[in-house]
């Protein structure tokens, strides 16, 4: 490793702080950047905002490679990104992780474009493309506040399966992407072990805490004008059709993408509810 630092973009987040965190411990420089600039252990602090292109050099500096996390709810991120990205490589970074979904393909809507343009741009790059996280139903998320309010998920999903997986697989598939002797020069399917229905959730969520949760199950319009009452309808109908898209089938898989870029199988939803709700229940 170079004496060179890497920029940590959303370094406060679900996987960009653990990406900082797995970097740090193994002894990698880090530039954690975040809009203001909040401590992150054993990282250097930065200010950093899409929006604010004077934010964007100082992020930069000493830097080689970058893990890039799009800005939250921008339906056309390429239009700050792509400016950015330039910039960064005049700036002397030669490689890019780029935190996608598996919901959106290379060329897709929203980040898809700017997947679409990172292998132009950079010789080292990787797109990592997670299933939905595990830790929507164990941290802020709406899903983990209904389960520690009312004891129920409320979802479209039918009985769909999703490949959940682990933030903290996300993240150890990040550094390896950032840090390894070879670019993934790929993008990659990142989900867990196996492919669960939010039936089976709720299950493993009420064997593990003792306390029953069940998964209601709401129509495409239901949970869209659900949505609808707390966030823009446009946005609101979007989540609704991933969910409708889940009771269809579109995340019903599995890869062994965590295991063959970090050495080690990725975690099972059941070990994380055991970490993380049971000492909460």
């Known amino acids: 490793m170079t004496g060179a630092a890497t920029l940590v973009i959303g370094a406060t987040g679900t996987t960009g702080s653990r990406t900082a965190a797995q970097l740090t411990a193994a002894g990698h420089r880090v530039k954690a950047a975040s ?44 239009t700050v990104m792509l400016p950015f990205l330039r910039r960064a490589r ?28 990172l292998p132009g741009l950079f010789d080292e790059w990787a797109v990592l493309r997670p299933s939905w996280f595990m830790q929507n139903f164990t941290g802020a998320h709406a899903h ?41 020069n790929t993008d990659l399917v990142l989900t867990g072990p196996e492919a669960l229905s939010y039936d089976e959730i709720a299950a493993i969520i009420t064997e593990v805490t ?3 949760v069940s998964h209601r199950q709401l129509s495409y319009e239901q949970l869209r004008d659900r949505l609808a009452a707390q966030i823009p309808a446009e946005f609101a109908a979007l989540l609704a059709g991933m ?37 909460s229940s």
């Open 144 to 184: 983990a506040e209904s389960i520690r309010e009312e004891g129920v998920i409320r979802s479209a999903t039918g009985s769909g399966r999703v490949g959940f997986v682990d933030a903290e697989d996300i993240a150890a598939v990040a550094v390896s992407a950032l840090t390894g002797e070879q670019a993934p």
């Open 210 to 212: 003792g306390r029953p």
């Open 243 to 279: 969910d409708r898209a889940i009771a269809e089938g579109s995340e019903d898989r599995v890869t062994d993408n965590v295991q063959r870029l970090t050495g080690r199988p990725a975690g099972t939803f059941r070990a994380l509810a055991e970490r993380e709700l049971r000492s």
């Open 90 to 117: 005049t700036a002397g970074v030669r490689r890019a992780v780029l935190l996608s979904s598996s919901a959106i393909p290379e060329g897709g809507p929203a980040v898809g474009a700017v997947h679409q343009a």
């Open 35 to 78: 809009r203001r600039a909040a401590p992150v252990a054993g990282a250097e602090p930065v200010a950093f905002d899409w929006y604010e292109p004077g934010t964007h050099a100082a992020a930069l500096e000493g830097v080689d490679r970058v893990y890039l996390i799009p800005p939250l709810g921008d339906s056309d991120p390429a």
